[in-house]
């Protein structure tokens, strides 16, 4: 069974000109390094679960994307984040959210999944709960960037909230997220995300709901990312596993007609099934996301290809 994994660092209205060459550099060398250490941890029989946790991880710990370190800020100046992990061999889910000072969010989802009886808690009873399992704990200062404070700060003064990745006057998206297929052809899906620039605070969008921003099952894994809302209302990373069930569609088919057709919102999602095959959709300018399969070279993108 050949392995794969997928990354996705945000979708949304990522044009060309809003990135700087160096930025856009920066950007496609930090998901050809995390989606390497990925692919290789895969190459060495380390588990679905374990790959998807340690890449989320891997970025969230880096400032280019919304999520942990460089995530972005609510209303009040602070940094909320969210995350959820869910390991399709026994359909067991994890989620937290209203997380200030965790380190790594989506290492404390997968607490809950596995020591814990509950599938989500948030806010600081979650904080206590990483205390009592001994996780990483950080100020909540630490996550804040400079541009993070002025996006903060343009987009009190248009009295609007501001999407994570592009520039300008257009609104943008942002979260990561990896979706796995193991060498036993076993399936797990990770997302993490710090929200919306000027969210209300206490504001929960699609990344730790489950079904919503993450799915993983027997059939096929999927990581969403875009507009928050319309992808919870949807339920878009488990349509892509319902349309393959109740309709016979494959991963491809299944996942492009979630985000073409089925979605009424802004957004995309990177997903793979149990053979390894791997789908990309998304009907926004850009979508920062990376991919590899066992024997194959790994591919980076962010817009689509012209």
Same mark, same amino acid.
């Given at each position: ?16 000109? *809003? ?35 340690? !890449? ?21 100046? *602070? ?17 937290? *959210? ?21 599938? @989500? ?31 903060? !700060? ?18 943008? @998206? ?50 969403? !990312? ?28 299944? *996942? ?18 149990? @053979? ?31």
């Amino acid at each position: 069974m050949p392995f794969a994994i997928a990354i996705h660092g945000g979708a949304g209205l990522v044009r060309r000109d *809003s990135l700087t060459e160096e930025r856009r550099a920066a950007c496609e060398a930090a998901l050809h390094r995390i989606i390497t250490q990925g692919a290789e941890a895969l190459a060495q029989g380390t588990t679905a679960l374990d790959v998807a946790v340690d !890449t989320v991880a891997a970025l969230e710990d880096d400032p280019r994307f919304n999520a942990g370190h460089g995530a972005v800020l609510a209303a009040d100046g *602070s940094v909320e984040l969210e995350a959820s992990v869910m390991n399709g061999l026994d359909a067991r889910f994890g989620a937290v *959210s209203l997380v200030r000072t965790v380190r790594n969010p989506v290492r404390l989802a997968r607490a809950v999944l596995e020591r814990s009886p509950h599938v @989500y808690v948030a806010g600081p009873n979650a904080e206590a709960f990483a205390d009592r399992e001994g996780l990483a704990r950080c100020d909540n200062a630490d996550f804040i960037l400079p541009e993070r404070v002025e996006q903060l !700060t343009r987009a009190r003064a248009k009295g609007r909230f501001q999407l994570d990745h592009g520039g300008g006057e257009q609104d943008v @998206y942002g979260t990561v997220g990896a979706v796995v297929c193991d060498a036993h052809g076993h399936l797990a899906a990770a997302t993490s995300t710090g929200g919306m620039t000027n969210k209300w605070p206490g504001r929960i969008g699609d990344s730790p709901l489950v079904g919503a921003g993450t799915w993983a099952d027997g059939r096929c894994a999927a990581s969403a !990312t875009g507009h928050g809302e319309p992808l919870a209302v949807l339920g878009a990373a488990r349509r892509v596993a319902t349309r393959m069930e109740l309709l016979g569609e494959d991963l491809r088919t299944a *996942s492009q007609a979630t985000i073409h057709d089925d979605l009424e919102g802004e957004g995309g999602l990177i997903a793979v099934d149990r @053979y390894g095959n791997i789908a990309m959709p998304f009907n926004t300018a850009g979508m920062f996301r990376a991919a590899q399969r066992e024997g194959e070279t790994a591919q980076v993108a962010i817009w689509k290809a012209r």
